[in-house]
Nanobody, 121 residues
Framework: QVQLVESGGDLVQPGGSLRLSCAASGTFFSIYVMGWYRQAPGKQRELAAVITSSGITNYADSVKGRFTISRDNAKNTVYLQMSSLKPEDAAVYYC???????????????WGQGTQVTVSS
């Protein structure tokens, strides 16, 4: 079983910074893509940023230049450094991982429980 545990959500003022972390634990063969999605009240969940095991990244246009995703493969941990935060960045941020449970299985998606980011003065 794979578990994703997020941390780092908080209340921050507009223009501020925040760093989210997500650690994968359990028994699995490999993790391909890890990333962050976010969901604001009344809106659909959307991609914020993802990173592959080789370090290839993809960002939503709305966060490019302000957010940086990184990953520590040895620790099975993904980070999201958020800067110049805006009120519209406020959302529940969910960690996602594309995990291969064992050598013979296909990759499947796992989700964390979410961490709240509030941007307000």
């Amino acid at each position: 079983q794979v578990q994703l545990v997020e941390s780092g959500g908080d209340l921050v003022q507009p223009g501020g910074s925040l760093r989210l972390s997500c650690a994968a634990s359990g028994t699995f063969f490999s993790i391909y893509v890890m990333g962050w999605y976010r969901q604001a009240p009344g809106k659909q969940r959307e991609l914020a940023a993802v990173i592959t095991s080789s370090g290839i990244t993809n960002y939503a246009d709305s966060v490019k230049g302000r957010f940086t995703i990184s990953r520590d493969n040895a620790k099975n941990t993904v980070y999201l450094q958020m800067s110049s935060l805006k009120p519209e960045d406020a959302a529940v941020y969910y960690c996602n991982a594309n995990v291969k449970p064992n050598f013979y299985s296909d990759y499947r998606d796992y989700w964390g429980q979410g961490t709240q980011v509030t941007v307000s003065s």
